[in-house]
């Protein structure tokens, strides 16, 4: 069983285009995360949700837009494609949001690859 | 420069070594301290935390914490070709769960 599961695995496509990618965790969890992964390995957050709120928003361009259709669920739509867009996007979830550590639980990423 | 710096490796070594794995840190609020191991096309999993500073064992893994020197480290005693891997550190002030991570350290420990 998949805890966090991210689809598609990989994503090929031209610069300009629309993409999104879904994220889907089974743990019970009320977080859910966006992060990038550079060719570099440097991961960094992009967004959270918390029970469908927005409480992370990190300097990110508005071309990309996460939707959280119920906590399970978080998906990345990613309009106008460009170069530098090119990463691993990993979504993670943790049980909540606040106070002592809550671990973060990640799928094993979307590698969007722009031509 | 980066919150929070990691020496990229490659690391090599023989399979049976200690390894130690470091990161330095810039943010005198970060008060919880984590190591997250990637394996290649994986995401990363999480090894262990500490909070504040001090020493934490947990089998062959030790995570050490030195707040004054804002230095942190990862201790692999008797190491095995499956912990062959990127190892990223990551830490957070505690007032949230925003993580800043470090850029990871690509460990391979050969036969």
């Known amino acids: 069983d998949t805890a966090v599961s991210q689809t598609p695995k990989y994503l090929v496509t031209q610069m300009g285009n629309d993409k999104s990618i879904k994220c889907e965790q089974n743990?019970?969890?009320?977080?859910m995360y966006w992060y990038k992964q550079d060719s570099k390995k440097f991961l960094k957050i992009m967004f959270s949700?918390?029970?469908?709120?927005?409480?992370i928003n990190e300097t990110v361009p508005n071309r990309f837009s996460p939707k959280s259709p119920d906590k399970a669920h978080l998906n990345l739509h990613i309009n106008s494609l460009e170069l530098g867009d090119s990463a691993v996007y990993f979504c993670?979830?943790?049980?909540?949001?606040?106070?002592?550590?809550?671990?973060?639980?990640f799928g094993d990423g979307t590698r969007l690859s722009i031509l | 420069q980066k919150e929070v710096e990691q020496d990229p490796g490659p690391l090599s070594v023989p399979e049976g070594a200690i390894v130690s794995l470091n990161c330095t840190y810039s943010?005198?609020?970060?008060?919880?301290f984590m190591w997250y191991r990637q394996y290649s096309r994986k995401g990363p999993e999480l090894l262990m935390y500490?909070?504040?500073?001090g020493n934490k064992e947990d089998g062959r893994f030790t995570a050490q914490v030195d707040k004054s020197s804002k230095y942190i480290s990862l201790f692999i005693r008797d190491s095995q070709p499956s912990d062959s891997a990127t190892y990223l550190c990551?830490?957070?002030?505690?007032?949230?769960?925003?993580?800043?991570f470090g850029t990871g350290t690509q460990l391979k420990v050969e036969l």
């Open positions: 993670a979830s943790s049980l909540g949001d606040r106070g002592y550590v809550q671990p973060q639980h």
């Open positions: 743990l019970g969890h009320d977080t």
């Open positions: 949700y918390n029970n469908k709120e927005l409480i």
């Open positions: 943010n005198s609020a970060f008060q919880y």
């Open positions: 500490t909070y504040s500073s």
């Open positions: 990551a830490m957070f002030t505690g007032g949230g769960n925003k993580l800043t």
